[in-house]
């Protein structure tokens, strides 16, 4: 096996892996166990969610079955959303929309986790094979970074984090009025409420794991000791960020779930058990 950087013999390859200041290697990688499992498993659960929220978002339908909203649908500020007791239903575009409300909520949640740190990994690999995995080589001969479009809108994911903190308050709200019936009444508690709660739950973990959080609590601070405060809240936010992975892929699994939830019991398909 060649270590040198000497070009291998026939070759002229402009970059990239085959570049004349890489490495001489024969094989492309050195790997024997099915490193393909990982981006392709990652391709197929992100690729399975964006084709079931799309079909879910253009709907327009389905998405309430009160006291529950789905969290595709929420805050809806068309003129066009299905009234909601109590919800958030605001009219706040107007009738000029007559697409699916969840077109114009959808873009923050959206954007929040397209620029998230891991999910760029996650369809680098999945997707761009940018690496496709850790020790082997990219099949891109040039490598430009995020500094053209659209990868230099990955730069807006600290923003696209405020609206996620917002549109997660939103849906605070909204599971806490799961706990009503479907006249509005308090007190009551049905198996939807739980989905709503757990979802939220990890939403809230998801959000504050990001990596925007941990630089806004803890970032800039020059002697922790004068900012006890901050301090712990970094402690925390570091904590949770170390799971940022699993709560990413948690949240995702738990957003669709709990739209597909409402979906069923909107629908007719399924009723919802009430515990109390």
Known sequence: MATGTDPRPGTAAPGGVLHPSRA?????????????LAPAGTAAGLLAFVVYSTWRAFANGDYYAAPYVSPF?????????VPMKGGADWDVIGSWWTLSPALLILIF??????????YRKAYYRGFW??????????????YS??????????????YFF??????????SYDAVLAF???????????????????NIALIWAYTLSCHSCRHIVGGRLRNFSKHPVRYRMWGLVSRLNARHMQLAWASLVSVAV???YVYLVASGAFDDPRFF
């Open 24 to 36: 001489a290697i024969g094989d492309r990688h050195l790997r024997r166990d099915r490193w393909w």
């Open 73 to 81: 649908y929420s805050p809806c500020i068309a003129h066009n959303c």
């Open 109 to 118: 949640p959206l954007g929040f986790r397209l620029t998230c740190y891991y």
């Open 129 to 142: 094979a940018s690496p496709p995995a850790c020790a082997v080589a990219e099949p891109h001969a040039r």
């Open 145 to 158: 970074g995020e500094t053209r479009f659209p990868l230099i809108l990955q730069n807006l994911h600290r």
């Open 162 to 171: 405020y609206f996620a903190v917002i549109v997660a308050g939103i849906l």
């Open 180 to 198: 009503r019936d479907a006249d509005g009444h308090w007190g009551h508690m049905g198996l939807g409420t739980l989905v709503l709660l757990a």
């Open 258 to 260: 709990a739209d597909f």
